[in-house]
């Protein structure tokens, strides 16, 4: 199995193990978790943006995404794929579940 090396500072190092001691899991899991995810999302698995101090536009309005997910739960070609989906409000910081008829 090939082996992946990279440099982090020691405060990210330490902060990332206490963690995933915390988890129960070892930090190449943790690693091999975001490369999955990155491979599946072609990409990073959450939003990069600048902070630069200004003010970031969400890329999607809160309604819009609440409806996007209410069809891809409710569409019966979801053969196979999640039946659930779970997001934060963006306003209250709160779990809002979407869940579609099995």
Same mark, same amino acid.
Do not use: H, W
């Given at each position: 199995m090939?082996t ?13 193990e ?5 988890i129960?899991v070892?930090v190449?899991?943790a690693?091999?978790?975001?490369? @999955? $995810?990155?491979i /599946?999302n072609?990409g990073?698995?959450?939003n990069v943006v600048s902070?630069?101090?200004? *003010? %970031?536009?969400p890329?999607i309005n809160?309604n819009?995404?609440?409806a996007?997910? @209410? $069809?891809?739960? /409710?569409d019966?070609?979801n053969i196979?794929?999640?039946r659930?989906?779970t997001?934060? *409000? %963006?306003?209250?910081g709160?779990?809002?579940t ?5």
């Amino acid at each position: 199995m090939p082996t992946i090396s990279t440099r982090v500072d020691d405060k990210t190092k330490a902060e990332a193990e206490k963690i995933a001691a915390e988890i129960g899991v070892p930090v190449s899991t943790a690693i091999n978790i975001f490369l @999955k $995810r990155f491979i /599946a999302n072609r990409g990073f698995p959450f939003n990069v943006v600048s902070t630069n101090g200004a *003010d %970031q536009k969400p890329l999607i309005n809160i309604n819009t995404l609440d409806a996007s997910v @209410k $069809r891809a739960v /409710a569409d019966p070609n979801n053969i196979g794929l999640s039946r659930q989906f779970t997001y934060l *409000d %963006q306003n209250t910081g709160q779990p809002i579940t979407v869940v579609g008829k099995e």
